[in-house]
């Protein structure tokens, strides 16, 4: 079988053609943060015509911010993507590709893909966390994903942190997106971007990406004691860089050994939400 699946998150966008559940080609471009829904559109558009898209074949897209039951779309974090306030994603996808589209949540896709076919296979009770522009999850409990008509359960960024006190781009405070995220390591570091936060070689950096560590290993414990997890994978481009991982792991080590879950990285590496945008069986909004 084939299809496509675009994956539009805070900092990029990405597109592939999959075929019998791999991908075969990709392509990848910057987002606009600032862009409304039909710039959104013409830029998941671009990707999927350098694929060789054509309308009505299968398309999966799944984006940042919620999406609910009617496939609307709006940001949690609206600082992330100002221009999107509750658009109707899935019906203007229609008039555009027509054919057989579903759109959803990209972290809900990337855990169902790791449920299945990833770093969370044989075990019941899973949850993945991306750590990236923001922090966003999934929760499978027994191959379901857990969701809601608003489309925010499973929007894990936004629960609070004792490690932090900043205004979140959603309104709350002290939050875990506002503590942890890629955006929140950058401004605790004083650098352009997370990238270069991991790059420089000083204590405030440290400090920041020492400081989303805790923090998620605090969610890391707060879902367990929730969901009573037996595995949290976790993928985006700060969960995956290089040291995080043992940083999580370090902080947990200082939690009861009840509440200690097992953490590994995500098995699909970045690819998990493109390879979840397609696993349409279970409703993702
Ligand atoms: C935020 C939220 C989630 C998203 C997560 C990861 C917005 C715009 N985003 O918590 O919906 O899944 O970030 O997104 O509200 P990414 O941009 O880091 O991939």
């Known amino acids: 079988s084939r299809g496509f699946a675009v994956d539009l998150g805070g900092t990029k966008i990405a597109a592939a053609r999959i075929e019998d559940g791999r991908i075969v080609q990709r392509h990848q471009a910057d987002t606009d943060g600032k862009a409304g829904l039909d710039a959104q559109i013409a830029a998941m558009a671009d990707l999927l015509a350098q694929l060789g898209y054509a309308p009505g074949d299968r398309l ?94 499973g929007h894990v960024g936004f629960v609070s942190s004792p490690l932090g006190d900043d205004r979140c781009g959603s309104g709350r405070r002290g939050t875990v997106e506002s503590t942890a995220s890629g955006r929140a390591i950058a401004a605790a570091a004083g650098t352009a971007d997370a990238r270069a936060a991991f790059a420089a070689d000083t204590d405030r950096a440290r400090t920041a990406i020492d400081r989303s560590a805790a923090a998620v290993a605090r969610l890391c414990a707060d879902l367990t004691s929730i969901f009573g997890l037996d595995r949290v994978a976790i993928g985006g481009g700060v969960g995956l860089a ?29 690819d998990s939400a493109l390879l979840g945008a397609l696993l349409t069986d279970t409703d993702l909004s």
């Not at 008039?95 to 990833?118: M, P, S």
């Open 60 to 153: 999966g897209v799944v984006v940042a911010g919620r999406v609910d039951a009617e496939g609307r779309w709006q940001a949690v974090n609206a600082a992330t993507l100002p221009g999107i306030g509750g658009v109707p994603l899935l019906d203007r996808l229609r008039d555009r590709f027509g054919g057989d589209i579903t759109v959803g949540n990209d972290a809900a896709a990337a855990a169902l893909a790791e449920a299945r076919l990833g770093a969370g296979k044989g075990v019941e009770h899973f949850a993945y966390l991306t750590v990236s522009t923001g922090v966003g999850g999934g929760v499978v409990l027994g191959d379901r994903l857990l969701a809601s008509r608003n489309g925010l359960a």
């Open 242 to 270: 290089e040291g995080y991982l043992p940083r999580v792991r370090a902080h947990l080590a200082a939690e009861p050994p009840l509440f200690r879950v097992e953490v590994v990285p995500a098995s699909l590496g970045h």
